[in-house]
């Protein structure tokens, strides 16, 4: 009985803990009336997914399709993972973007497949040694980088222009 309660708490303190990106809302739906097909891939579990769809539900509704992890058995960084994600858009790689804060889990997988990249440089303190070695030559760049989530509807508009 002890143990069920503690996982029950862990579950419920997950589904709970869920808190939106502030700007997210609004940059879905933007691009979304811009007429982007957009996706989720993602490494959470169930009891976050469920906390995601409870509080960014107007986000989940903007969802042209979920890749999650734990529903396919294969884990960011996987080549496979975003191949699966790019196969579900029906589009080429070429035409996918990748919006991503980590450069090893987003980035870098979804350039190795042929998508472009924007990099939202939220922890640069963490990123460090990445940033480093793209400065070196070591690890390529980003096709676009953003501090601010902001940035990207306007980035995106000019793109759209210009397809």
Same mark, same amino acid.
């Given at each position: 009985?002890?143990? %069920?309660?503690?996982?029950?708490?862990?579950?419920?303190?997950?589904?709970?803990?869920?808190?939106?990106?502030?700007?997210?809302?609004?940059?879905?739906?933007?691009?979304?009336?811009?007429?982007?097909? *957009?996706? =989720?891939?993602?490494?959470?579990?169930?009891?976050?997914?469920?906390?995601?769809?409870?509080?960014?539900?107007?986000?989940?509704?903007?969802?042209?399709?979920?890749?999650?992890?734990?529903? =396919?058995?294969?884990?960011?960084?996987?080549?496979?993972?975003? %191949?699966?994600? #790019?196969?579900?858009?029906?589009?080429?790689?070429?035409?996918?973007?990748?919006?991503?804060?980590?450069?090893?889990?987003?980035?870098?997988?979804? @350039?190795?497949?042929?998508?472009?990249?924007?990099?939202?440089?939220?922890?640069?303190?963490?990123?460090?040694?990445? #940033?480093? @070695?793209? *400065? %070196?030559?070591?690890?390529? *760049?980003?096709?676009?980088?953003?501090?601010?989530?902001?940035?990207?509807?306007?980035?995106?508009?000019?793109?759209?222009? @210009?397809?």
């Amino acid at each position: 009985y002890e143990l %069920r309660s503690v996982v029950e708490n862990l579950w419920n303190e997950q589904i709970d803990c869920v808190r939106e990106v502030p700007g997210a809302t609004v940059l879905f739906g933007a691009l979304k009336a811009e007429g982007f097909k *957009l996706g =989720v891939i993602s490494n959470t579990w169930h009891p976050l997914f469920l906390g995601f769809t409870k509080i960014c539900r107007e986000i989940r509704n903007f969802l042209d399709f979920t890749v999650l992890s734990y529903r =396919v058995g294969m884990k960011k960084p996987s080549l496979e993972l975003y %191949r699966h994600a #790019v196969k579900i858009t029906g589009e080429a790689a070429e035409r996918c973007w990748m919006i991503g804060d980590t450069y090893e889990l987003d980035v870098e997988p979804a @350039q190795s497949i042929g998508m472009r990249s924007i990099w939202v440089l939220r922890r640069p303190e963490i990123e460090r040694s990445i #940033v480093v @070695q793209m *400065l %070196r030559g070591d690890k390529r *760049l980003p096709d676009w980088v953003s501090e601010d989530i902001g940035e990207i509807l306007p980035f995106m508009k000019r793109l759209h222009v @210009q397809d």
